[in-house]
């Protein structure tokens, strides 16, 4: 087993990416260990690439800050002074870059650091990072750098530590609980990238068995003492009751498979030495079975791991462990290319390998599960939800007209196949359905089919006839139509401006490819009522643009379509008689004819053809 630099996956939650960390465990939190360990800052533990274990410390111990009321952010605790059931320690930096740790613990308790940069104890100055907040929020981290369990925002971190190589440290850490579980310290941030086994040094640990030690339940720490000159050995165990011999253990070497404090006693001839170790085993997780997961895939859609979460921790501690996943079992079982928790599946299937780490020692962890994540197509829709048939044909063809053949297709109308012919205006609905894997994957879609008729004229409204006219095209029924006088272009609205006097092509044709219809329109202008009553208005009733057609003749008949007058361009109009006689006051209907270019003598459509006689 092998004890440095450990690399935590990233850490995920399940709306975004958090963040990447490189780090060194070097303090893990284990509740099973009670070793009293107090120590003052001229005892400070040194550490360094190891990973030292501390069941928690009790007691006040001595006064370090002299009886200061604050240093930094710390204050005065219910001891008098600022420690209170403290711990000491110390580190130098080896390398430069951005350097942080997390604190783990208990989350019922409330822990406090300051760091200090100094080697020397009577002149610790301000710290340099400090924090003091209770933990009303049940946080299980404090530190510098980021929370370890991804909050962003958490006030129980302070700012990154950016620092050169040859930097000596002082972190002290306060317990302000009445409880005392014990905490982890675990070392973070971007220097471990490039100097994974080196970035802190490791020659201020000078003792015997060397730094504390980390390591996994079932594993076996072999403690060296060896030394050139040693006579006899004697091995000790402090698991909370003080030091108690163990018995038959007189080799250099001791196996461990328990936590606890590990003392040495190596006789020379020259004298004695003794040597103490910390060392500390945390549970390794077991991920228990996570199922198998299919479900209903759209494209682009994003499948959530994290919801696969709760199983693989069974009833574990989500607070101290963490579930990544991974594309191949070698990237589980060493942490490396976690895949995002909102994952982009792609249509089909796959094995998603689990990995359950611990976040107070990353190289605690199990690999041993994975579970076949398949996504089932959800059909996609690609035909029209507004559909036109057009009066008069044998029907259109609605629906899915590029079908897929694994796929099944219903309609509310009682088919089953991807499309129906339909020759009536409606609602008809497509249900598109993929079984697979137990699941039904479903897409429907209305389509609303309209009917589109040939367009018929029922009137030509001419704005107060002049040179230039702007008409109005009425038709029979309302449609989607565009419209085109003489050569010009198409446009969709029925008002038709700057029309001359005269005989004109009219073309409506009907937006949906249904057809079109070609007329000849006549556009001419004549009063409505005309009153020849001798005031000199409105004498005579007249047709105003007969010149532009090629030999007009107009004919004018009473209700009962008795012919009463007729004229031509060079009449000045009819004044309201018969032979003579003035007629009464009511409508009169007319006709108007022409020479069309062939020289037939066609009448003229749609023109308001009565008008009224007034007296």
């Given amino acids: 087993m092998a004890y440095g630099i450990f690399t935590l996956p990233k850490i995920y939650q399940s709306h975004t990416v958090k963040f990447l960390v490189k780090s060194l465990l070097v303090f893990l939190f284990c509740p099973a260990v009670y070793s009293q360990v107090t120590f003052d800052c001229g005892n400070a533990v040194p550490i360094c690439s190891n990973t030292p274990i501390n069941g928690g410390s009790t007691g006040f111990g001595s006064d370090d800050f002299n009886g200061v009321s604050s240093s930094g952010c710390l204050e005065q605790t219910t001891s008098g002074s600022i420690e209170s059931n403290s711990a000491w320690y110390q580190f130098r930096t080896a390398a430069s870059g951005q350097l942080g740790f997390n604190i783990g613990h208990d989350s019922s308790e409330d822990w406090d650091f300051a760091l200090y940069r100094t080697s020397d ?14 933990n009303s929020e049940g946080k299980s981290f404090i530190g510098v750098g980021e929370d370890p369990t991804g909050d962003l925002n958490s006030v129980h971190y302070e700012d990154w530590l950016q620092v050169s190589a040859g930097e000596d440290y002082v972190l002290f850490i306060n317990n302000f609980s009445s409880a005392n579980s014990g905490f982890s310290i675990q070392f973070t941030g971007d220097i471990w990238t490039m100097n994974p086994n080196s970035a802190l040094d490791c020659s ?6 060397g730094p504390p030690i980390a390591a996994c339940e079932n ?5 060296d003492a060896s030394i050139a000159g040693a006579m006899a050995y004697e091995w000790y165990l402090d698991n909370g009751s003080g030091f108690q011999n ?21 006789t020379t001839a020259t004298g004695n030495i003794i040597s103490d170790v910390q060392v500390g085993f945390n549970t390794t997780p077991i991920t228990a079975t996570v199922s198998d997961e299919n479900f209903c895939h759209n494209p682009g859609q994003l499948f959530d791991l994290g919801t696969k979460d709760w199983e693989a921790l069974g009833a574990q501690n989500p607070q101290e462990l963490i579930i990544s996943y991974h594309a191949s079992q070698t990237d589980a ?3 490396n290319d976690p895949l995002p928790k909102q994952y982009v599946k792609n ?3 796959e094995t998603i390998y689990v990995r359950t780490t611990s976040l107070a020692n990353p190289n605690c962890y199990d690999a041993s599960q994975s579970f076949l994540l398949t996504a089932i197509e959800t059909p996609v829709l690609s035909f029209e939800d507004e559909v036109t048939y057009c009066e008069g044909s044998g029907g259109v063809v609605i629906g899915e007209t590029l079908p897929n053949t694994n796929f099944s297709y219903s309609w ?3 088919e089953n196949t991807p499309t129906i012919t339909v020759s009536q205006e409606g609602e008809y609905t497509l249900t598109v359905s993929n079984a697979s894997q137990g699941i039904l994957c479903e897409a429907s879609r209305t389509i609303t089919v309209n009917t589109s008729r040939l367009p018929a004229i029922s009137e030509i409204i001419i704005d107060d006839f002049k040179p230039s006219n702007t008409i109005t095209v009425q038709t029979v029924e309302e449609g989607d139509y565009e419209y085109q006088l003489n050569d010009g272009a198409f446009q969709s609205s029925n008002v038709l401006e700057d029309v001359p006097a005269g005989v004109h092509t009219l073309t409506i044709r009907d937006s949906n490819g249904c057809g079109e219809i070609v007329e000849e329109i006549v556009v001419v202008g004549f009063p409505a009522i005309f009153s020849p009553n001798g005031d000199v208005l409105n004498e005579s009733w007249h047709i105003e643009g007969l010149s532009a057609l090629n030999s007009p003749v107009v004919t004018i008949y009473d209700r009962y379509g008795k012919l009463i007058a007729q004229m031509t361009e060079f009449n000045l109009g009819w004044d309201g008689n018969f032979n003579g006689q003035p007629l009464p006051s009511t409508d009169y209907w007319f006709k108007l004819s022409y020479l069309d270019n062939d020289g037939n003598r066609v009448f003229a459509k749609y023109l308001q053809s009565h008008f009224s006689l007034r007296r």
Avoid at 121 to 134: A, S
Avoid at 246 to 266: D, F
């Fill in 333 to 335: 079982s060493l942490g």
């Fill in 219 to 223: 594993d076996i720490v072999v403690l």
């Fill in 347 to 349: 249509t089909g299937q």
């Fill in 412 to 414: 509310n109308t009682g």
């Fill in 121 to 134: 104890c009577n002149n610790l100055g301000d710290p340099i990072r400090c924090n003091f907040f209770d």
């Fill in 204 to 209: 201020i640990v000078n003792n015997l068995l």
């Fill in 246 to 266: 163990i018995s038959g253990e007189i080799s250099p070497t001791l196996n461990v498979s328990n936590s606890g404090l590990y003392r040495v006693l190596v």
